[in-house]
């Protein structure tokens, strides 16, 4: 097995079709030991089952808008773990309405909450586990197509996105000395509870169906395949990249 005792933690469950349980999933049938985050007591009555399904190891609570949050969160995982090898960060948000307007109309508020909790927040998982990735761990983020194209009411996300990206790159300049590697997993549209918020999301879902080179949509399973990928020895070599997982989607023009 590709993962066998490898420590991996999932920070951004939601529920069964997040595109973290399916990296969970793959992780878990890799050999690889799981623990969960959780923002709220909310998310933890999701997260919990979860995590036994999977055979998590712990589950523990981190807001990651919080500077303290993480702080304890990566001190938790030192007393249960001592050390870290996979590090995922499937984490965003956005006001709704910020996401119905044309981006223009971004307010000031819900920018700094996009920017915030979407890219900053990985730069404060790496900061804070740093001391607990070990050489050759894998920090990886999900981000999106959005991220360097205009799509339809993706707006101040797709420029949270973008900044996520460019952290993975620095990131990986700052950290690969340590030989820790970071990477992006760009994938494409699933139905999840993230993408829910985004006004006519059907008519991508089935736009990508029709145009992508694979002529589908990819599943939680491909995503977690990738990650797979990522996260072990194969990409020994591979840092600071975006990974598409669109069924070819983000190389189509007119």
């Not at 761990?137 to 101040?156: D, E, F, P, R």
């Not at 139905?191 to 985004?198: D, E, H, N, V, Y």
Request: hydrophobic share 40%; aromatic share 8%.
């Amino acid at each position: 097995m590709l993962l066998e005792g490898k420590k991996a933690l999932i920070f951004g469950v939601a529920n069964e079709k997040s595109i973290a349980y399916g990296i969970a999933q793959q992780f878990k049938e890799q050999g690889a030991r799981l623990a969960f985050s959780y923002v709220n007591e909310a998310i933890q009555k999701r997260v919990e089952p979860i995590s036994e399904e999977l055979g998590g190891e712990f589950t523990f609570q981190c807001d990651v808008s919080s500077d303290e949050d993480v702080a304890k969160s990566a001190e938790t995982v030192k007393e249960q773990w001592g050390d870290v090898d996979i590090l995922v960060h499937s984490v965003a948000f956005a006001n709704r309405e910020d996401l119905k307007k044309r981006y223009i109309e971004t307010s000031r508020d819900g920018f700094h909450l996009a920017l915030d909790v979407s890219a900053y927040s990985l730069v404060s998982l790496c900061n804070a586990y740093e001391p607990l990735l070990k050489p050759g761990s894998s920090v990886m983020a999900m981000t999106y197509l959005g991220a360097s194209k205009v799509i339809t009411n993706y707006n101040v996300m797709g420029v949270a996105k973008a900044a996520l990206e460019a952290s993975v790159r620095y990131l990986s300049s700052d950290m690969g000395s340590s030989g820790v590697r970071v990477n992006a997993v760009s994938a494409g549209p699933i139905k999840t509870l993230a993408s829910s918020g985004i006004s006519g999301f059907k008519s991508i879902f089935a736009h990508i169906e029709e145009k992508a080179p694979l002529c589908k949509n990819v599943t939680t399973q491909d995503v977690g395949k990738t990650a797979v990928y990522l996260a072990s020895d194969l990409s020994s070599g591979v840092t600071g990249e975006v990974h598409f997982v669109d069924c070819g989607y983000n190389i189509m023009g007119i």
